[in-house]
């Protein structure tokens, strides 16, 4: 078995039929029916059959599944337009009315959604706990619980949940686990080798590495990523061919970006606690994280996301302390998004002020002084020296 610098070129090669090394953009909706009235059968029945109509596969988003299925180490995957597209397709393709999630306090704010606005409207109940409790997933087990959804690190504040603890307790009971890694990336973070069942990926973070695509991907089982292609079939959100050569071409690069990531977040956020403006930086690499030695067991390098909390008198003088920083630093972009090659740093009590409410960002941990960092891979000595030169500012 080769290793996953090597993987991440060569895995899925034979989806590229022609002579090119490098897989041309399949930029074509439906493909010449084959004459071979079997042959046709199976290309229009076969699950993701590679060419046939776009919405059932494309060969790029076949090598993009066959790499990222090797990289988390499950059987198979699918590729879908969005990270969300991939939460949402995953979970519709396991759960229905009178079904039982447990999920967590913390999550991306479109998964959030999904479970609070969209999902409970179709009859299926939610219980959110804290992932730091280790015993709260176990406490909410109900007879009708089929998903235990998880996230770790957690979007924003950085908690972690302990995979090896769920993807036993799963086992034990029968549930499905499933693990947003957007975070951590599969090269920072591998959940299936802990029981994990499903691994999902907003690919538009790290797996790209651009900010130039949006993209989701699936991991799991043959049989459960053929139940999730049926799902999108009829949901359809499908990723296009050109954001999934993209993505091909990002995934090169993947364990290169990743370790320069780690080590300049590292860096950074050893640099930031030091540093009297900044009250607190959550970092899992830090050993002041309340959960480092669990993020020492479970991961193999500690992602490019930091949150700080700015000083302040007060609430209102931290949030105007933080908006100065944010408006100071020249190389962080205020943008949202994460996990591309530059530094990108947002205000997450304003970013998510409309979709959270006022105890929602309470209990997941989001405050006025608060900014999340994603840190890219310029060198670290002009990082450092950004915020620097922005926190003098305040
Ligand atoms: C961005 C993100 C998503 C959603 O992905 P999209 O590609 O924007 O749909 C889901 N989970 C996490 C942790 C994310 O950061």
Redesign the pocket.
């Known amino acids: 078995m080769a290793k996953v610098e090597t993987n991440l070129i060569h895995i899925g090669e034979e989806f590229n039929k022609t002579n090119a090394v490098v897989a041309p953009i399949y930029q074509s909706s439906t493909y010449l029916a084959n004459e071979d009235i079997d042959a046709y059968i199976t290309a229009a029945t076969a699950p993701k059959y590679p060419e046939f109509y776009h919405r059932h596969g494309n060969p790029t988003n076949s090598q993009v599944a066959a790499i990222v299925a090797n990289l988390e180490k499950t059987a198979d995957a699918l590729v879908l337009s969005?990270?969300?597209?991939a939460?949402s397709t995953a979970i519709l393709a396991l759960v229905k009315a009178g079904d039982h999630i447990i999920a967590q306090h913390a999550h991306?704010s479109?998964?959030t959604l999904f479970f609070k606005q969209f999902l409970i409207d179709y009859g299926i109940e939610i219980t959110h706990v804290d992932q730091k409790d280790i015993n709260a997933f176990e406490a909410a087990i109900q007879s009708n619980t089929k998903l235990i959804y998880l996230?770790t690190p957690s979007?924003p504040n950085l908690d972690i949940t302990d995979l090896e603890l769920l993807g036993r307790l799963g086992k034990e009971k029968g549930i499905t686990t499933m693990v947003?890694n957007?975070?951590a990336s599969p090269i920072n973070q591998l959940p299936s080798e802990f029981g994990i069942d499903v691994v999902?990926h907003?690919?538009?973070?790290y797996l790209g590495g651009h900010s130039d695509l949006?993209?989701?991907i699936v991991c799991g089982s043959k049989e459960y990523i053929e139940k999730v292609w049926s799902r999108s079939l009829v949901l359809g959100a499908t990723l296009s061919p050109f954001d999934s050569w993209l993505l091909l071409r990002g995934l090169k690069t993947l364990s290169l970006r990743v370790r320069q990531i780690n080590e300049n977040a590292q860096q950074l956020a050893e640099w930031l606690e030091r540093n009297a403006a900044i009250q607190h930086v959550a970092y899992v690499g830090l050993p002041s994280h309340p959960q480092h030695e669990l993020a020492k067991k479970q991961m193999k390098g500690f992602t490019g996301m930091l949150c700080i909390e700015v000083v302040g008198q007060s609430d209102e003088n931290a949030f105007q302390n933080a908006q100065r920083i944010l408006n100071n630093l020249k190389i962080f972009t205020n943008a949202a998004?994460?996990?591309g090659v530059e530094s990108l740093v947002v205000h997450p009590a304003s970013m998510w002020g409309s979709h959270h409410s006022a105890e929602q960002k309470q209990t997941s941990g989001i405050t006025k002084g608060m900014l999340r960092i994603s840190v890219g891979i310029e060198h670290i000595d002009d990082l450092i020296a950004d915020f620097d030169q922005a926190i003098r500012m305040i």
């Open positions: 969005t990270g969300m597209a939460i991306y479109g998964t996230e979007n947003d957007t975070f999902i907003s690919a538009t973070k949006t993209a989701g998004s994460l996990g």
